[in-house]
């Protein structure tokens, strides 16, 4: 609507905050207290303002890493892996891989580039969490096994993180979207060919149009009718994060504006075995 490119605006006019997600959730009050900052959700710590994030208490010995709280929903609605498989799709710089082995999922975290796969591993590394690193192509490969979940952040046009990239504003338009959802609902189908029956996949992309989010989703449930949307439990989304009245999860410039706002993301929960209404 018409308020909305006033939100952006507002979102853009202030310096976005620093959000750290936790190894370890249950210690959200510790690392609060040591870092000043506040909690919006179990595991996320925001610190209002910051420096060099590398010489703050708890990143040598890799107890956070930094990570959007809107990034941060994806992997939230898939909960405690118990040993679960969990296939984590273009994943590097590896934040939710991060979070999905924090749960205790079997995590393989795949992605086709290899300086950025690098990075992934040394934020293992860092953490002392595991996964399993591939990379490859994913229009070409397939996977050892279905899995019990799966989570695509597919690559997209990056309009919902302008606050940190303004030039993303400039340099993309219709036809980028256009190339760019097309390649979204190949990888979306070859995903879902790969889960196990009643599993669960997320498709999420940090992007505001509709062309890489809802539109995407719907044509993917009319050519697929045995998945249907999961919409998330109360308790796995940060206060004041809501799903839409459809069950998928949309945040917008003016999500938590008071708070110091989020980046752009929309987020879906395709499940199999799952009865429409």
């Known amino acids: 609507g018409a308020a909305m490119p006033q939100a952006a605006a507002r979102a853009y006019a202030v310096r976005p905050p620093v ?45 956070w890493w930094v990570q959007d709280l809107a990034a941060s929903c994806p992997a939230r609605l898939l909960g405690a892996g118990e040993g679960r498989t969990a296939l984590d799709l273009c994943a590097a710089p590896g934040g939710k891989t991060m979070q999905l082995a924090a749960a205790g999922w079997q995590v393989m975290a795949v992605d086709q580039s290899k300086k950025r796969l690098e990075r992934l591993s040394d934020n293992l590394a860092r ?58 609902a190949e990888l979306l189908a070859r995903a879902a060919g790969w889960l196990k029956p009643g599993g669960q996949l997320v498709y999420a992309t940090c992007s505001l149009e509709r062309a890489e989010g809802e539109d995407q989703v719907a044509r993917f449930l009319a050519a697929r009718p045995d998945f249907a949307l999961l919409p998330p439990e109360p ?7 809501a799903p839409a009245q459809e069950g998928w999860l949309r945040t917008l410039p003016d999500t938590l504006a008071e708070q110091g706002g989020t980046d752009g993301f929309f987020i879906a929960c395709l499940a199999t075995g799952q009865t429409r209404d």
């Open 19 to 63: 959000d750290l997600s936790l190894r370890n959730p249950g210690e959200t009050a510790l690392w609060v207290e040591r870092l000043g900052g506040t909690s919006l959700a179990p595991g996320h710590v925001r610190l209002p303002d910051h420096g060099d994030v590398t010489a703050l208490p708890g990143f040598a010995e890799g107890a």
């Open 127 to 184: 953490t002392g969490l595991a996964a399993t690193v591939v990379q490859a192509d994913l229009r070409q490969w397939t996977p050892p096994e279905p899995a019990d979940a799966i989570l695509l952040d597919a690559p997209c046009s990056a309009t919902g993180i302008y606050r940190r990239h303004p030039d993303v504003l400039h340099r993309i338009g219709p036809r980028q979207i256009a190339e760019l959802a097309e390649l979204q």
């Open 235 to 241: 308790d796995a989304l940060p206060a004041g994060i």
